[in-house]
């Protein structure tokens, strides 16, 4: 579409002013609906990298709090760097800043001696408190509960990469392989 108005301009152009003695006026809107066009192939190209990219939100003790645009499979770390870095009263040893990222996620970086909250407490271990935190935690801490074995643990987690967090214990049965036999042995022993 911006290419027919760019060319309707230039033939615009020309009809009005008229062509110039040697057809420089016509050279000159060439050039122009060329740097036109290139303008308007970089934009659609920025707006296709958009659609590959995911938008986490980062606060606490980041230079610059906000939703940051990263390519998928990005690591907490390079959120941090986007966000300006970790501030002087910042704690990164509470958070695992290699773990990889996933669309809509939060995360909270907490100040020194700053106890984190119930979500955020699972991010370093994939545990809260004796529960293992379904959102958070890696392949081998899903195996340790009863009845998730590889191939499970693995449905898990590719279910959040393609889903997001679980809303709620009972979404775990959507993955495939836990039905409600596996999912009464272990609802006591998970969170989210």
Request: proline share 4%; net charge negative; with cysteine.
């Amino acid at each position: 579409m911006k290419k027919i108005v760019s060319l309707f301009m230039a033939i615009l152009v020309l009809l009005l002013t008229g062509c110039g003695e040697d057809g420089i006026l016509l050279s000159q809107d060439t050039e122009s609906v060329q740097v036109q066009n290139e303008a308007a192939s970089e934009i659609n190209e920025e707006a296709a990298l958009s659609d590959e990219l995911m938008y986490v939100y980062v606060c606490g003790e980041v230079v610059e709090p906000g939703v940051y645009p990263l390519p998928p499979g990005s690591r907490i770390y390079e959120l941090v760097e986007a966000a300006g870095g970790l501030t002087e009263s910042a704690a990164p040893e509470s958070v695992n800043l290699a773990q990889e990222l996933s669309d809509g996620q939060m995360i909270n970086i907490p100040a020194e001696g700053e106890m984190q909250d119930t979500s955020a407490a699972g991010t370093e271990t994939g545990t809260d408190g004796d529960k293992v935190n379904i959102n958070t935690a890696s392949k081998e801490l899903l195996m340790s509960l009863n009845g998730i074995g590889e191939t499970k643990a693995d449905s898990i987690l590719s279910y959040r990469e393609q889903n997001g967090p679980f809303d709620s214990l009972e979404d775990l049965m959507q993955v495939d392989g836990i039905g409600q036999g596996t999912f009464s042995k272990i609802k006591d022993k998970i969170t989210i």
